[in-house]
């Protein structure tokens, strides 16, 4: 038998658990300590490696750059040169003697003299004399032959002459089997008098012309690369290993094969791009500036991130060495850390485990196992009604009246699976019901077993779900009742229902989807009647590939939030017989889709209309009350009852847009948008036939205005009161209109 002291002794060990030893939560909490230790460690020599990386990219570009700059520089002082090379040769006393007294013995001379030069001039590919029309008179290579001279450039009409040069855009031309870009420099032979004697063209090699310059990084790890503005290559071709969306063919377009870095080369004038492959560094150059043109191109060079992270590989080991060692010294201290704690917290084990036990929200007993309690905390004692001192040394048998079946079972259950759940029900004043579970647990030192038993009152839920089953048997009524949400999806359901729209249980399905699409069209209209009037009613008949054969009484009621929107909508059918025939277009019929306005909301709907859609409505009143039938006091509630009736056929069909109005007792406004004079009364005339076919017609009277802007709402009923007068007056019409026409000469047609 369990003593009372047994539980208050920090020596006395109640379960295994309060053994100090690895518990689970240890290992875990261990582990995700250093989990996140390691990958603090990898993320931050991540960085560190990345960051050093990066920093050799930056340096590398920074060197490049001004190595460009370089270049950039020497190349425009090497086209000038060439400007003045070419005028040297347009100057020369040969090609003048030449041009004096023209001669085959003179032009062998011009051209021994100019291909002595080719041979030593490395980046000159050949010179070229046209005569003042453009035809080429001889030149000291084939492969330029079909060139022709820009008609700009001729005659009288150029803008450059005399000492200038043209520089012509790069090119390319086939030489000895090969593809050789090239740019030509023109220049002008003019007579004393400015008249032209001749052009002399120079053709210079771009790729010679940069070998010339010779680049400290004109190598494998940083090649150099010549652009025009719109992307083809012209220079730095066959590169050991290029990228592979990298332009390698003369004449390929980097605007094609890398876009990316093309977008940025052509909205910036120099600057850096880094990809996942390589680092990019480019500079826009201006080789030559003549007359209304600029001869720009782009120098581009670029390193790959493979030769940076080679170059970076020792400190890369080094780091890596390092945040290896400091990750083992963080983990051992970590692990000592841990084995601190639990020796420290192993000695007040059985203290904190008993005050979490007994000091909590959980109704708790310790029984020992012949079944005697040795212990309660006090949220025990208020549900079982009873002190702790009576509770103590008690059977837990005969607190929890258990029969002698039942409690076999629990002991059965202990003795095989360590546990035992379940729901007690307790005889007293409240009939309280307990969700009860017991474990068996064991002490590591003493040997002996005690059941720990938790519970928890839970009458109220027991409860809540019997009221929930009487409800449930209470909503299985004769009547098919649904409920909704606001937007008509289906969430609850009697088997009436079910039963009636053959849903088998399904309910992922909307009302409107088991109505009909007419319904799903005024859905937006019921709901606003809904929120005003609290409900919406309506005949429904069967149509195509519907669920019911019946003629439907449908209902829905609403259930509002605090805001006043819809939260829940209450839905009940009864077959029934259709008191008016429907319509041949509608299986809805009997309804009051559309709220019939007060004259106050209407104006202030009217009021809000844009100036062009009042221009084009029209305004009609309807006099229902026939003149010696409705005149007495006691005939106002059937007066009443033929308004209902009329305002219900005008609502079958009323259009979408048009606005219907109580104006007074026997007076109906309809505010007819985006309807002309002809519509309006083409429109009454339907009107009219319909209330005829439901015998409502007898007696009325419809008087259509058409709006003169600006114009209130009471002016315009008062317009539409003088096309009423009219009717009324009228013998052999009913349907009168006023102010339709555009001009105000004729207001009464």
């Given amino acids: 038998m369990a003593k009372r002291n047994s539980v208050s002794s920090p020596n006395s060990l109640l379960i295994s658990s309060q053994a100090a030893r690895w518990s689970q939560q240890h290992v875990l909490s261990l582990l995700s300590q250093i989990l996140i230790l390691l990958i603090t460690v990898f993320i931050v020599t991540h960085m560190v490696v990345s960051l050093g990386e990066r920093r050799l990219q930056e340096d590398w570009a920074d060197q490049r750059y001004s190595e460009l700059q370089t270049v950039a520089s020497l190349a425009s002082d090497k086209a000038a040169f060439l400007q003045f090379r070419t005028q040297t040769f347009a100057k020369a006393e040969l090609l003048r003697q030449y041009l004096e007294q023209p001669s085959q013995v003179q032009q062998q001379k011009v051209i021994e003299s100019w291909t002595s030069l080719t041979q030593n001039i490395p980046e000159l590919l050949g010179l070229s004399l046209f005569d003042p029309q453009g035809k080429l008179r001889f030149s000291t290579t084939d492969s330029f032959d079909n060139m022709h001279i820009p008609a700009t450039l001729l005659g009288s009409g150029r803008n450059m002459g005399g000492s200038d040069i043209y520089t012509s855009p790069m090119s390319f031309t086939p030489i000895n089997g090969l593809l050789e870009p090239y740019f030509y420099q023109l220049s002008w032979i003019e007579n004393p008098d400015q008249s032209i004697k001749g052009y002399l063209v120079t053709y210079n090699s771009i790729t010679k012309l940069l070998e010339t310059i010779k680049p400290a990084f004109f190598n494998q790890n940083s090649p150099l690369l010549l652009l025009d503005t719109q992307g083809f290559l012209f220079a730095g071709a066959n590169q050991p290993e290029p990228l592979s969306n990298m332009p390698d063919n003369l004449g390929s377009s980097l605007k094609q094969t890398f876009p990316d870095l093309w977008k940025v080369m052509a909205m910036n004038n120099y600057g850096q791009f880094y990809s996942d492959e390589a680092t990019f560094v480019y500079l826009k150059v201006e080789l030559t500036s003549q007359y209304e043109t600029k001869r720009e191109y782009f120098l581009l060079s670029y390193i790959r991130h493979d030769d940076i992270a080679s170059r970076y590989l020792e400190w890369r080991l080094v780091i890596l060495i390092a945040g290896a060692l400091i990750a083992l010294l963080a983990c051992g201290l970590i692990i000592l850390r841990h084995l601190f704690v639990l020796e420290r917290r192993a000695k007040h084990n059985s203290l904190q485990l008993s005050h979490g036990l007994f000091n909590s929200e959980i109704s708790c007993l310790i029984v020992n196992d012949n079944g005697r309690i040795g212990s309660a905390n006090l949220k025990a004692s208020k549900a079982l009604a009873l002190p702790i001192d009576t509770l103590v040394d008690r059977s837990i048998q005969r607190v929890l009246n258990l029969d002698d079946e039942l409690f076999k079972r629990i002991k059965e259950a202990l003795a095989h ?65 649904a409920l909704t ?126 100036e062009q859609t009042k221009i084009q409505s029209s305004l009609l009143v309807m006099d229902i009350n026939p003149e010696g039938i409705f005149s007495h006091m006691g005939n106002v509630s059937q007066l009443e009852k033929r308004q209902k009736d009329i305002e219900l056929q005008l609502l079958i069909e009323l259009p979408q847009n048009y606005q219907i109005s109580q104006w007074q007792l026997g007076k109906l406004v309809i505010l007819l948008p985006d309807t002309d004079a002809n519509r309006a009364h083409q429109y009454a005339t339907n009107v009219m036939s319909r209330l005829d076919e439901h015998h409502l017609s007898e007696g009325i009277n419809i008087g259509i205005a058409g709006y003169v802007s600006p114009q209130s709402l009471e002016q315009y009923l008062a317009n539409a009161e003088i096309a009423l007068k009219r009717a009324k007056q009228s013998v052999d019409q009913n349907i009168c209109q006023a102010f339709t026409r555009t001009t105000h000469t004729d207001h009464l047609n």
């Fill in 417 to 481: 699976h360590q546990q035992w759940r379940g729901e007690i029900n307790i005889d007293s004043e409240n009939n309280t019901t307990l969700q009860a579970h017991i474990r068996s647990e064991l002490s590591p030192y003493t040997k002996e077993c005690y059941w720990l038993i938790t519970f928890e009152d839970i009458t109220v839920l027991y409860e809540s779900q019997r009221q929930a089953y009487l409800f449930q048997l209470l909503s299985e009524s004769a009547v098919a009742t």
């Fill in 485 to 610: 949400d606001a937007n008509g999806k289906l969430i609850k359901c009697n088997s009436k229902f079910d039963h009636l729209m053959l849903l088998n249980g399904e309910t992922n399905i909307a009302i409107t989807e088991l109505l009909g699409s007419e319904l799903n069209e005024q859905w937006h209209n019921i709901c606003s009647q809904i929120s005003v009037q609290g409900e919406w009613s309506a005949q429904i008949m069967p149509f195509t590939q519907s669920r019911y054969s019946q003629c439907l009484k449908t209902t829905l009621s609403g259930q509002l939030a605090y805001d006043g929107d819809i939260e829940y909508l209450i839905c009940t059918f009864e077959e029934t017989q259709p008191i008016v025939a429907p319509h041949k277009h509608s299986n809805v019929f009997g309804h009051r889709s559309a709220i019939v306005l007060r004259i106050n909301e209407l104006e202030n709907h009217f009021n809000h209309l844009s």
